[in-house]
T-cell receptor, first 113, second 111 residues
């Protein structure tokens, strides 16, 4: 069974902390994505990557960075967490030129206090 | 104005009813139209996708796309309590481009 695994289900961090969210996929997918999901706003794309060491900004990249050192792993970094980054974070992956079929992880609910 | 508009509901229906969900969009370049289903405390999963206009049926689910009206629909026939979830529409101009999502509609099917 194909799988996208996010390292934490719930995280509580303090304002100003550096936060790492990890995502691993076992499907040999080229593309990986980080979204945040907020009530009434749907899914908003933060960053995506089409290949190892490649990254592209999504719609809301401010305050975030990413790292993709290996094909199966895509990390989202909050350099200095702020309360407005409290959200559900979802990682997804897809095959090249198959973005209509995204595979999502179960999400990380991050609370920044 | 958002690129994709979707009524967040919530929608509550009795078991066996037909559920009707829809989205409107503004970008005429969209060619791929998807419906994702998201159960509570889970990530979304692809339910159906349609390329360009027309209808697509899969069991109790029917997806419709009307590009002239920039309007897509999802119908669930003979709804079951297991269909209780949030349904998100998504669309993209190309299968190698990012998706634009609606806000999601939360559906509850009452036994």
């Amino acid at each position: 069974d194909v799988k996208v695994t996010q390292s934490s289900r719930y995280l509580v961090k303090r304002t100003g902390e550096k936060v790492f969210l990890e995502c691993v996929q076992d499907m040999d997918h080229e593309n990986m994505f980080w979204y945040r999901q907020d009530p009434g706003l749907g899914l908003r794309l933060i960053y995506f990557s089409y290949d190892v060491k490649m990254k592209e900004k999504g719609d809301i990249p401010e305050g975030y960075s990413v790292s993709r050192e290996k094909k199966e792993r895509f990390s989202l970094i909050l350099e200095s967490a702020s309360t407005n980054q409290t959200s559900m974070y979802l990682c997804a992956s897809s095959l090249a030129r198959k973005n209509e079929k995204l595979f999502f992880g179960s999400g990380t609910q991050l609370s920044v206090l | 104005q958002k690129e994709v508009e979707q009524d967040p509901g919530p929608l509550s229906v009795p078991e066996g009813a037909i559920v009707s969900l829809n989205c409107t969009y503004s970008n005429s370049a969209f060619q791929y139209f998807m419906w994702y289903r998201q159960y509570s405390r889970k990530g979304p999963e692809l339910l159906m996708y349609t390329y360009s206009s027309g209808n697509k049926e899969d069991g109790r689910f029917t997806a419709q796309v009307d590009k002239s009206s920039k309007y897509i629909s999802l119908f669930i026939r003979d709804s079951q309590p297991s269909d209780s979830a949030t349904y998100l529409c998504a669309m993209t101009p190309s299968n190698d481009y990012k998706l634009s999502f609606g806000a999601g509609t939360t559906v509850t099917v009452r036994a």
